[in-house]
């Protein structure tokens, strides 16, 4: 899962950003409202989930928000804001917020209120996936092949999370790279090709059937 932060104080940003690495989430923050707008209505796919400070330079969140309902895009959004009146709650979720933090707050509470936000997706998604002999449960972050659990990094079981959530799909470098790794990532390393290694060799062990395709040139894709 990969979340935007549009926060204005950098150091609670990359506060914030790192403790979500340290959940297993990719992030990435932007420090004003118009370019977390941009961010979001270029490629509104990239982003899982926003965290949107109300007070930002440029364009406040509370606009940000407007906008992106206004055009239907449709992403869960976690309002964060010093206020502490009811009005200026009501006009957030009135605006298309999903939930709203005060600050000061946990990071607790934070990472609580937005696995909520995350289970409730625009499609209902089940919490066991299953390809094939091979289930990926995304509540406990455990994987399975045979009835015998596989142990990988945060980020071999985000690619293949994505990866079962597209069976059969031939899955870009630039896919995987926009699902599992932050926006400051560099795109042109074989970080990619190294993590798909390894996680082939932990899920095809033994005498399984070989269903994690190279697609030469192209990327990658899981077989059913």
Known sequence: MKILIVEDNEALASGIKRGLEQEGYAADY???????ARRVELSPRDYDLVILDV????????????????VEITIPVLMLTAKDMTEDKIKGLDSGADDYLIKPFSFEELTARI???LRRPKETLPKELKVGDITLNTTTRKVDR?????????????VLEYLIRHPNKVITRDELYDHAWDFAANAFSNTVDVHIKNL??????????KILETIRGVGYRLKT
Request: proline share 4%; no cysteine.
């Open 55 to 70: 007070m930002l330079p440029k364009k406040d969140g509370i606009s940000v928000l407007r906008d992106w309902r206004e």
């Open 146 to 158: 045979s009835g015998k659990e596989i142990p990988l990094t945060l980020k071999e079981f985000m």
């Open 200 to 209: 082939r060799k932990k899920i095809e062990y033994e005498n399984h059937e």
């Open 115 to 117: 696995r909520a936000l």
């Open 30 to 36: 932007v420090l004003d409202g118009e370019s977390g």
